[in-house]
């Protein structure tokens, strides 16, 4: 008779058993290595996307909430909370108006920014795990979200949108390690790169040797590298055992909600070779773009 | 006149159903704490450390043995993991079924039913394998060593949780064995 072993089962069995449990793990292994190239990574995306429309569009109203009047309460609290958003947009509005003023004070003949248009999303789902710190928002592509679109919320900046689904979007937070956002200090101008530290404070790198933060101080969004739109509130500067880190705005304040914006859109410039040269205009005493160039 | 009992005590309808009725109510379970674990968490203010549920069932399927449907089970349960977490697919995936083949081989080589010490050493050691595993592999796949602190508060909680249910994760014995084929 084959002997058992202490699980009841026969070795045979047992070891056939445990080859299955190893061709899995390797086969997950397998998988997991195959993804660091990107092509096989952007394969499984559709797969995400689906899943991220099913886990965050669905907003159904269960039987269970209309009979006990949790409808009429959930809708009036939104109407409040829809409210707070607006005067807090406002406010973020005027201390970003403020400082673009000044700049439009320096500078003259600068463009203007377009008025910022935008979709407002209820954050269904969150991962603090292991991996990127990201939200899932319950709107996508369909109502409107583009691709990198910038996520706020009542207190500041709180990300961008790496991944857009139809129905759903995922935002890489700015509190996450891989996040790097262009920023500057309200007051000081001081300019640095921010991202996520792992005690819940953002680091700075890029800092000039010789200028400083001032403690206490806004920290907004430069706008450097065109991902962000110029202004938008990221937290205060602290000065930790001689460091500058970032309390971030948007952890004071999170009401569940974010507004998606899209991101700001620098037309490129037109090929030298399509403007007109200066020797074929009449008038020669005007400088052209190519002329710039050529210097 | 004396009440007449019977000798028997009566058995509760937990400890009459087979492994299969078992395995489904623990994956209910599971599912249910991780799609509430999906929302966003926080408590008079404060976050709160959501337990990695899929783990329960790896630590408690693996004591009886290994057997196809727990492991097809946490499978699926770490694919979904995979794309909540927004991992790379197939980090769960290994860190569950690492936690199942270590249960189940910790349970061949001891008798993890019956000692007390064992009983409670073996999950513990099964839990910190598991979130070690998944520290490993996070750190490796983001280049960087992730922070800990989400992950130890995450294992508190799911070890918390699993020494009050470990019952509900308990099959009795191996799926599709029958009853009395177990020693």
């Known amino acids: 008779m084959a002997r058992l072993s202490r699980s009841g089962q026969k070795p045979g069995k047992r070891s056939a058993k445990r080859l299955i449990l190893f061709v899995f793990i390797f086969g997950a292994a397998a998988l997991v290595v195959a993804q660091s190239a990107p092509q096989i990574r952007h394969f499984f995306d559709p797969v995400r996307t689906v899943a991220g429309d099913r886990l965050g569009g669905n907003d159904s109203v269960t039987l269970w909430a209309r009979v006990t009047g949790q409808v009429a309460r959930e809708r009036r609290i939104k109407d409040l909370e829809a409210e707070v958003r607006e005067l807090s947009r406002y406010k973020a509005a005027a201390i970003s108006m403020a400082e673009r003023l000044e700049a439009y004070e320096n500078i003259l003949n600068l463009m203007g920014e377009p008025p910022v248009r935008g979709v407002t999303a209820r954050v269904t789902a969150e991962s603090d795990g292991p991996f990127a710190q990201t939200l899932l928002a319950n709107a996508g592509r369909a109502q409107g979200v583009e691709p990198g679109a910038i996520a706020v919320n009542e207190g500041g900046l709180v990300g961008r949108v790496i991944q857009l689904g139809e129905l759903s979007s995922r935002i890489l937070l700015i509190t996450d390690f891989n996040s790097r956002v262009p920023v500057m200090g309200e007051v000081s101008g001081v300019r640095a790169i921010l991202y996520g530290g792992r005690d819940g404070l953002g680091s700075l790198t890029d800092l000039p040797e010789r200028s400083g933060f001032i403690e206490g101080e806004r920290i907004l969004t430069s706008a450097e590298g065109g991902a962000f739109p110029r202004g938008l509130v990221v937290g205060e500067a602290r000065l930790l055992s001689g460091e500058w880190r970032v309390k971030y705005g948007m952890a004071k304040r999170s009401g569940g909600y974010v507004q998606m914006v899209p991101p700001p859109m620098i037309e490129a410039p037109e090929p030298v070779a399509t403007l007109p040269q200066a020797e074929e205009t009449d008038a020669p005493a005007q400088a052209s773009a190519a002329q710039g160039v050529r210097q | ?183």
């Open chain 2, 1 to 183: 006149m004396a009440k007449r009992t019977s000798g028997r005590q009566r058995k509760s309808l937990w400890s009459q159903s087979g492994p299969t009725p078992r395995l489904l109510f623990g994956a209910f379970a599971i599912a249910a704490v991780g799609l509430l674990g999906l929302t966003p968490k926080t408590l008079f203010g404060l976050s709160i450390a959501w337990p990695y549920a899929a783990l329960w069932g790896a630590v408690g399927w693996g004591r009886v043995g290994l057997s196809l449907r727990p492991m097809l089970l946490l499978i699926v349960f770490g694919l979904i993991q995979d794309i909540s977490f927004n991992a790379p697919f197939g980090c769960f995936v290994i860190v569950n079924l690492v936690v199942y083949g270590f249960s189940a081989w910790i349970a061949s080589m001891f008798d993890v039913m019956n000692e007390p010490l064992v009983a409670v050493v073996a999950p513990v050691l099964q839990f910190i394998s598991g979130f070690l595993v998944l520290w490993l592999l996070a750190s490796a796949l983001e280049d960087h060593a992730v922070r800990a602190t989400p992950l130890l508060a995450a294992l508190l909680t799911t070890g918390v949780i699993y020494a009050m249910s470990h019952r509900l994760f308990d099959l009795g014995r191996t799926p599709g064995q029958q009853v009395g084929q177990a020693t």
